[in-house]
């Protein structure tokens, strides 16, 4: 078996016990990162040395009996280019941020090399993790490796080519209205969004502070369990990460028993626009659930699905119009000649900016304004209470909520990117669970009958990772684990 066939929690036994070389594995992975990345475009920065170098003192400290408790050691891992690391860049996909080294590392890169892992490579995105086909990047659009024609989601979409593609077995993303859960459904891979809190948004670039949630993307759920190990943890530096125990996710689905678990079933999520084949592995993964003796609820959500998209897209542009006014061409952002400060301010964010980071900025703009805030944006909030509110209620029913991912099968390149409203569209089944602060997992169900990756979605109430965990791994018994896409090869 190659060492891209293998999970991260096979390559971190092999490694712990000598059996495989962290530089082996290594020099593998940019082998594959070589061979294909000319075509898959899913990284902006390459790590190489940094790379060689950290695998060859794994191999040191094995070789005198040591690290040999990390849990994923000399695992090599792709971050979202929004995730900052030390000495590197992190552009955001943005030619806003392209000469911009972080000082410092994200809460999550410390505890990821705390536990052995071996950092490759920034992920391509969607700019300022505004989009949904990873077409919105200043450095090109990612390709979906099952289809080299169609997009692999986004905003998270390189992370998800990474590890559908072979480069690595876990990479990690952003989500803050479906980028992790959506990318992961279009190409074909697991996918989680954490409760909000659960994990620390320490040095994750900011797009709209109350939503955004770092998470990972694997081809096992037990992989998936073991990453939450590592980076679910609290971190004083970020003032909304919990400070409550975490459980052990990894043995909590060992032997995972999900029998008498109540699985509401949204049905009217699965009408109007969702894929036929794609309502059709929602009820297959919905009848291996219960073959396994979970019993299911059929859930009314009330009008979640009308309400959570306008109420998404007045929220998240209001919070990055604010978290965007600091790239200025003073302390950040590309500096240009000007006359004066008002007109430095035009041409950095003028050239500087994409055409949908500056719609969403200036729609956040609009809805912040005097004598707009209270017809919008407090609107927007009393709208997300009752999201909430109906989530709480429906979690008071059952145990589990499962749903669709996404309403359609990956589209092709160019085909969306001049329709906004249409692109928008693709994450309504995702962005409810991020104005709730729920967990959310997008779990792999197969191919369709074209070729493509089918995915459903699994939620449950906060803090409550573990019974997705259970959920997904059961799914994954009949289904399998996520095989490597053959655009990768």
């Known amino acids: 078996m190659s060492v891209r066939e293998l999970s991260a929690r096979e390559i971190a036994d092999l490694v712990k016990r000598g059996e495989l070389k962290a530089t082996e594995v290594v020099k593998a992975v940019f082998d594959e990162i070589k061979n294909n990345e000319k075509k898959l475009n899913a990284l902006i920065t390459i790590m190489e040395e940094k790379a060689l170098k950290r695998a060859e003192l794994i191999d040191e400290k094995v070789a005198k009996g040591q690290w040999k408790k990390k849990a994923l050691l000399g695992v090599p891992v792709v971050l979202k280019d929004n995730i900052c690391v030390e000495g590197y860049p992190t552009t955001c996909g943005s030619k806003m941020l392209e000469k911009w080294i972080s000082p410092y590392n994200a809460g999550i890169v410390d505890y990821l090399e705390e536990a052995g892992v071996i950092l490759i490579g920034k992920s391509n995105m969607d700019e300022f993790a505004m989009g949904s086909s990873t077409e919105h990047s200043a450095f090109g659009p990612t390709s979906n490796p099952w289809d080299l024609e169609r997009v692999p989601g986004g905003s998270s979409g390189g992370s998800a080519a990474s590890v559908a593609a072979g480069y690595v077995p876990l990479a990690f993303g952003s989500d803050t209205g479906g980028s992790i859960r959506q990318p992961a459904a279009f190409c074909g891979v697991h996918g989680m969004k954490p409760t909000y809190g659960l994990v620390s948004r320490y040095g994750l670039v900011a797009f709209s502070s109350s939503l955004d949630q770092i998470g990972p993307f694997t081809r096992t759920v037990e992989d998936m369990a073991i990453a939450l190990d590592v980076i679910a943890k609290h971190d004083h530096r970020d003032s909304t990460c919990w400070a409550g125990d975490r459980p052990s996710y990894s043995e909590a689905i060992l032997n995972a028993n999900i029998k008498g678990m109540r699985v509401g079933v949204v049905r009217d999520f699965m009408e109007e626009g969702l894929d036929d084949e794609l309502a059709q592995a929602v ?186 965990l259970k959920a997904a791994a059961k799914i994954e018994e009949t289904i399998g684990a996520c095989p490597l896409a053959p655009g990768g090869e």
């Open 283 to 468: 009820e297959k993964g919905l009848g291996i659930l219960v073959e396994n003796g979970a019993i299911p609820v059929d859930l009314n959500l009330g009008d979640i699905k009308e309400c959570a998209l306008p109420c998404y897209y007045i929220i998240a542009p209001a919070e990055a119009s604010s978290n965007l006014a600091r790239y200025d061409g003073v302390r950040y952002g590309l500096c240009e000649d000007a006359d004066n400060l008002l007109d430095q301010y035009i041409k950095t964010r003028g050239k500087s900016f994409g055409d949908e980071v500056k719609r969403r900025i200036m729609i956040g703009t609009f809805v912040l304004s005097s004598g707009y805030y209270d017809a919008y944006y407090l609107r927007g909030l009393k709208a997300r209470k009752y999201v909430c509110e109906k989530f709480k209620e429906a979690f008071s029913n059952v145990d589990i909520i499962v749903m669709p991912s996404t309403p359609t099968l990956p589209f092709k390149k160019g085909e969306l990117i001049g329709d906004p409203i249409q692109m928008y569209l693709g994450d309504i089944f995702t962005l409810p669970v991020n104005l709730a602060g729920l967990p959310g997992i997008s779990v792999w169900m197969g191919l369709n009958s074209t070729g493509l990756p089918m995915a459903m979605q699994i939620i449950a109430p906060k803090w409550h990772e573990v019974r997705i």
